[in-house]
């Protein structure tokens, strides 16, 4: 079955303790993509991956780190957590950077 | 970065009665795409709009890609209890990064 599949699906810690969400894909897309939701907000995009070794920021890329070293494989770092990012977060890829993308069902991460 | 407006945020409406929402945009858009959001999953692809002036159909849901590829608009006929959930629009221009509206809650009372 094509999915993206995020980990964790929740996750509550605290302050400054680094922490990663993984990402994976398995419809050998070359796109990928972060988002966070958040209510009134909407979806906004944190970074995104044209392709393996390419990574570029989105609209509210600050506090967030990524990498792509393949091309199924798309972690989002928060290296000292912030209770502002405190959210619903989303990982999507598609076939290529004008192609419909493809969800996660969200990780929910609280920082306390 | 570029917004779309998307509106109404939130829709109450009788089962059976038809649905309509809509996105306009400052900016020129190459895509259109219309998504649905349900509680604890992440948004799925209803429709996709590559050209001004396309209409497009998936079942009961019909949306168009306006002539001055500036806005699209999502109509849903006759709705049903699984209608529910947040509606969202994204616009697309090249490569750049999809630009998603801020959604529609709809609500349907049976």
């Known amino acids: 079955e094509a999915q993206v599949t995020q980990n964790p699906r929740y996750l509550i810690t605290v302050t400054g303790k680094k922490l990663t969400v993984t990402c994976s894909q398995n419809m050998n897309h070359e796109y990928m993509s972060w988002y966070r939701q958040d209510p009134g907000l909407g979806l906004r995009q944190i970074y995104y991956s044209m392709n393996v070794e390419v990574t570029d920021k989105g609209d509210v890329p600050e506090g967030y780190k990524v990498s792509r070293k393949e091309k199924r494989n798309f972690p989002l770092i928060l290296e000292s957590p912030s209770p502002n990012q405190t959210s619903l977060y989303f990982c999507?890829?598609?076939?290529?950077?004008?192609?419909?993308?493809?969800f996660g069902d969200g990780t929910r991460l609280s920082i306390l | 970065g570029q917004q779309l407006n998307q509106s109404p945020q939130s829709m109450f409406i009788q089962e059976g009665e038809d649905v309509s929402m809509n996105c306009t945009s400052s900016s020129i858009f190459n895509t259109w795409l219309w998504y649905k959001q349900e509680p604890g999953e992440g948004p799925v692809l209803l429709i996709a709009?590559?050209?001004?002036?396309e209409l497009t159909s998936n079942g009961r849901l019909t949306a168009q890609f306006g002539i001055t590829r500036k806005d699209s608009f999502l109509n849903i006929s006759a709705s049903i209890p699984s209608d529910v959930g947040i509606y969202f629009c994204a616009g697309q221009s090249g490569n750049t990064p999809l630009v998603f509206g801020k959604g529609t809650r709809l609500s349907v009372i049976a």
């Open positions: 999507a890829s598609s076939a290529g950077g004008s192609q419909p993308q493809h």
């Open positions: 709009l590559y050209k001004a002036g």
